[in-house]
């Protein structure tokens, strides 16, 4: 019998007729992951990095212990490279105002890919604007994937940074992030990765993909909302000054001038979120133990059978490959003649929930010629009769607003 992961997840357990398929957005907690906030907030609630009582210390080592989980996982060379923010838009706005205004000036240019998140690309427009630089777009096919003339002529002597999303909230596809991150060095360039949507769901190793900087989010990848992860090569993270000032972030302060801490707490000012890193490091944990491997097979068998079903529907058209293993677990479609947000309303009144909209990707659906899509995607802990379920929901949704088939 197939394991029942669902069984793991109060909110799933709670209510049964559920078919939650906006795992792109956010994905749902463990009981593991709820005990240990609240484990941290019963049993080690201080505030961490500033005394010198036992319950002080036992927070601080919390939460550098939860520093120490994140390296391991995504395989940095020490934890001094691992910040804590709120979130993924956090830690690209760190990076893109603390290094891009720091370190880009007018005549260079930051490419930058069509499907980015606008996440990914709203700081760059900004610094863009504040230093002179240009933006510069790699496009990519209606497939996901990029030419190697899009990319030898995108990454050039020109460029100064690469802003690449992992894996595309839209398409799903994997982009080639070590090959453009070559190509990025060859040019004296640093490459900035969203990893919102791979790092939940594939082993993610920064020193073999050697990007320079990887955002994250913790509540993709089953923890807690509040806190997320900014890794940098230490020798960047050196040279780059604070994001936010206040406490803690401080070696000495005088009246004139200041002395900033060593990284990583030169980024991490003020009270920190040692429950949500808590939580995370349960998260992470909660995946190491099921592999990767599992979860992706899962979530590769979860995808094709729905491809599968929208296939035979006429009307229905899913953007970008036809291949499900090119979707990471992420299925954006439109249905002619329907606007999303009514599609997912008709899901909704069947018990479904997915995603309609742009999804923050406005560029990249404009350059495939549609405004708006519906966005179901998958977890591990989805089933496939929920699958069957959405994708006979999907199947009556022109006859219910009045196609008449």
Same mark, same amino acid.
């Given at each position: 019998m ?5 069984k793991?997840f !109060?909110?799933?357990k709670?209510?049964k ?9 956010t ?6 992951v709820? #005990?240990?906030?609240k484990?941290f ?5 201080a505030?961490?990095?500033r ?14 212990? $939860? ?8 395989? $940095?060379?020490?934890a ?8 993924t ?6 990076t ?8 880009l ?10 499907m980015?998140?606008?996440s ?10 504040q ?7 790699l ?9 190697p003339?899009?990319l030898k002529?995108?990454i050039?002597?020109?460029?100064k940074l690469?802003?690449v ?5 839209v ?9 453009m %991150?070559s190509? %990025?060095?060859?040019? *004296? $360039? ?7 949507q791979s790092?939940?769901?594939m ?10 900087f990887?955002a994250f989010?913790g509540h993709k990848?089953?923890? !807690?909302?509040g ?10 993270l050196?040279?780059? !000054?604070?994001?936010l000032t206040?406490?803690?972030m ?11 801490? #060593?990284?990583?707490?030169k980024?991490?000012a003020?009270t920190?979120?040692a429950a *949500? ?8 944990s909660?995946?190491q133990r099921?592999?990767?491997?599992t ?9 094709a059978?729905?491809?599968? *079903? ?15 293993k ?10 002619e003649?329907?606007?999303p947000?009514?599609v ?5 009144a ?10 923050? %990707? #406005?560029?990249l659906?404009?350059?495939l010629?549609?405004?708006n ?10 089933t ?22």
């Amino acid at each position: 019998m197939e394991n029942d992961y669902r069984k793991d997840f !109060p909110l799933l357990k709670a209510n049964k007729d559920l078919v939650y398929i906006d795992n792109a957005a956010t994905a749902q907690r463990p009981e593991c992951v709820i #005990q240990a906030e609240k484990k941290f907030y019963e049993e080690e609630n201080a505030n961490p990095l500033r005394g010198f009582y036992p319950l002080s210390l036992a927070a601080t080592d919390r939460y550098q212990g $939860a520093r120490e989980t994140v390296k391991d996982f995504i395989h $940095a060379k020490t934890a001094d490279e691992i910040v804590f923010t709120r979130n993924t838009t956090e830690s690209l706005n760190l990076t893109a105002y603390s290094y891009g205004l720091s370190h880009l000036k007018e005549g260079d240019e930051i490419a930058v890919t069509i499907m980015e998140h606008h996440s990914n690309l709203l700081p760059w427009q900004i610094v863009a604007r504040q230093t002179g630089a240009s933006l510069r777009f790699l496009e990519c096919e209606p497939d996901g994937t990029f030419s190697p003339e899009v990319l030898k002529q995108g990454i050039n002597e020109h460029t100064k940074l690469l802003a690449v999303t992992h894996v595309s909230n839209v398409l799903g596809c994997v982009n080639p992030v070590k090959e453009m %991150a070559s190509l %990025a060095h060859q040019a *004296g $360039a640093v490459v900035v990765m969203d990893g919102a949507q791979s790092v939940p769901h594939m082993p993610v190793d920064v020193q073999d993909l050697d990007v320079d900087f990887l955002a994250f989010s913790g509540h993709k990848l089953m923890g !807690p909302m509040g806190i997320g992860v900014l890794y940098g090569k230490k020798e960047l993270l050196q040279e780059m !000054p604070p994001f936010l000032t206040g406490g803690e972030m401080i070696s000495s302060v005088s009246r004139e001038s200041a002395v900033f801490a #060593q990284v990583p707490q030169k980024f991490e000012a003020g009270t920190v979120n040692a429950a *949500g890193a808590a939580g995370l490091q349960a998260a992470i944990s909660y995946i190491q133990r099921l592999g990767f491997e599992t979860i992706m097979k899962k979530e590769q068998e979860l995808t094709a059978r729905a491809m599968e *079903g929208l296939a035979k529907l006429p009307y229905v058209k899913v953007l970008g490959s036809p291949d499900p293993k090119n979707h990471t677990g992420i299925v954006a479609f439109v249905i002619e003649g329907v606007h999303p947000h009514d599609v997912s309303e008709v899901l909704a009144a069947d018990g479904i929930a997915v995603r309609a909209g742009h999804h923050c %990707a #406005q560029p990249l659906l404009e350059y495939l010629g549609v405004r708006n899509a519906t966005r179901a995607s998958f977890m591990f802990y989805n089933t496939p009769e929920e699958v069957d379920q959405f994708v006979e929901s999907t199947a009556s949704v022109r006859r219910r607003m009045g196609y008449g088939e």
